[in-house]
């Protein structure tokens, strides 16, 4: 991609583009009401996304990738959310936060050793940032590590942390204080591979939304591990991790594209069926120019999400690029969320309609990977307030 906005996607995005949509709607959509239902992870979803390469997508295929990019990532990402966000945020995660910052920031031997199973979807990575006390004011990172001869020993806990306790999980990376400086904390990133003595993942939370999602919150008491499984440069963990989060604002922003299209396209078919006052409630006004607003707000969030994605390939600043294709794609989200329950009335209240998993699933869309109130903070600054 340049750093511009294409009029078309070039054949190869549109043909990965049909195969996602034909898997979602295929294998994904029957699927996605019972796991909601029974807050299961999908994992016979899963292995079929990893059949297809998708958890490989933006990889070099000499770690056993795709060849492709992050915006082919976005893409795959926008068509299962349309169907399932649960669906769509285990690839993220999976993705973005999970073997990215293996790919970004690790050494030869680590990706070596973790990106060829990551890329191929028989496991996953999860990132261990949030604590109950640093969420957004992630510099407040309690998490210690120290060195005690040539292993780390970790103390402290993580919440929110998304792929962090299936059967697939064979990592966390975790942040953590590894020592102090004179501008404050020196947070560095450390692999903690699941079952390492000392490090206990709590029950999966009880959640609004994204039940099929895998969610915990995990504890590290005197958990040792080598001190080869550093990530990256110690003291670099800050740094790190807020580029992780630029480029996983953009993939959230097509996931929030797709779930907030795939609200469009459920209440256009709906407005075309159901019958009201003598026509299809699509021939009230009313129904139209809402459906409209809501293919509005699709549409230019899809725009804002490929504009910061074609800027980081091309290798351009892209952090406030980032934030407004979040923030838009968020918005978008909830709002046609909202819009589409009231086109449906009653049944948009009943859990048999995609629309109502939709607007349960769409306002943490708000939250995750950097809040509204983050992305509005960015986006002023990068105006110089």
Known sequence: MSETIPSELPEEYRELSATVRDFAEQVVAPASAQHDREHSFP??????????????????????????????????????????????????????????????FGTEEQKQRWLPSLAAGTQLGGFGLTEPDAGSDAGRTRTTARRDGDEWVINGSKQFITNSGTDITAFVTVTAVTGETERGKEISTIIVPSGTPGFVVAPPYDKVGWNASDTHGLSFDDVRVPEGNLLGERGRGYANFLRILDEGRIAIAALAVGAAQGCVDDAVRYAKERQAFGTHIGGHQAIAFKIARMEARALVARRAYYHAAALMLAGKPFKQEAAIAKLTASDAAMDNARDATQVFGGNGFMNEYRVARHYRDSKILEVGEGTTEVQLMLIARSLGL
Do not use: H, N, W
């Open 43 to 104: 994992y016979e979803v899963v292995a079929g996304m990893a059949e297809l390469g998708l958890f490989g997508l933006p990889f070099p295929e000499e770690y056993g990738g795709m060849g492709g990019d992050y915006f082919a990532l976005c893409l795959a990402l926008e068509e299962l959310a349309k169907v399932d966000q649960s669906v769509a945020i285990t690839l993220e995660a999976g993705v973005s936060l999970g073997a990215m910052p293996i790919f970004r």
